[in-house]
């Protein structure tokens, strides 16, 4: 395969998922980003990669109250903008809260317990006094 040239923007790979990133200050990187993103389409498309870019999600990670809409496109596809995203198990919100990965972790947890608890009770026979 052939690397992907020129890009200005961090890719990260694992597996079958493919993350790119950049920061954001001011409209040039915004361009930059989105002619990353055309680089990478293109790339897929030379290298016969099949790609779902219904399956993308645009997320910017900050604080501040006011935001603009993300308008970046994927193979001629617009890519919707998320409030969160999930990426190697961890669920990551634009607004830098760790809320819903806690949420998730101890629904989790719970579950595992109850799971515990119902097989404890068909092994562990209590005789009546």
Known sequence: MQRIWNMESTIR?????????????????????????DRL?????????????SKSKAIRFTRARIKDPLNYSLMGTLIPEASSCKYLGTILRSDLSWADQINYTVKKAWKALHFTMQILKRVIVIPKA
Do not use: H, S
């Open 13 to 37: 790979l694992f597996a079958d998922d493919c993350v790119i990133y950049r920061k954001i200050i001011n409209n040039a990187n915004t361009e930059k980003f989105q002619k990353d993103l």
């Open 41 to 53: 389409g293109e790339w897929a498309v030379e290298n016969a990669m099949k790609t779902d870019p």
